[in-house]
């Protein structure tokens, strides 16, 4: 991690990847079980209405969800793993709106997260190089 008295900035930047890739991972996991009753939970009901958060195929009208076979549209792993990479990245929503205080309180902390790795680790690696 040192070399003589000072810090690589290649470890820094390696450390800040990984530690932003992880945040992404982890919310991802969480968003996708905690919705809607998690992914049994989802497969049990009939399209996807009583979530935390609302996808943009949920505001689809129902003759072009018949049209595009999405009728029984459920969000799967992927689209939480959207969400958490947008919020990671954007520190905000893009396409799906957080609708609950849980869920929104997740984003949050997932966008604090993201931008301390990003200003800490990241932004000192870069100014050592």
């Known amino acids: 991690m040192r070399v003589g008295a000072f ?15 992880t945040n992404i991972l982890v919310f991802a996991l969480w968003y996708w079980r905690l919705d809607a009753g998690g992914p049994h939970g989802r497969d ?8 935390a958060f609302l ?3 949920m505001m689809m009208p129902r003759e072009m969800k018949e049209s595009a076979g999405q009728q029984t549209w459920s969000p799967a792993f992927m689209d939480y ?4 990479f ?12 957080a609708l609950t205080r849980w ?10 997260i993201s931008l301390t790795v990003l200003a800490v680790l ?3 690696g870069v100014n050592i190089l």
């Open 7 to 21: 810090i690589n900035p290649v470890d820094l930047l390696l450390s800040a990847a990984s530690l932003w890739s």
């Open 44 to 51: 049990a009901s009939v399209g996807h209405t009583d979530g």
């Open 55 to 57: 996808f943009p195929q």
């Open 81 to 84: 793993l959207f969400l958490a």
């Open 86 to 97: 947008n919020t990671s990245t954007a520190f905000s929503p893009t396409d799906t709106a």
């Open 103 to 112: 869920s929104k309180a997740l984003m949050m902390l997932q966008s604090l």
């Open 122 to 124: 990241a932004a000192r």
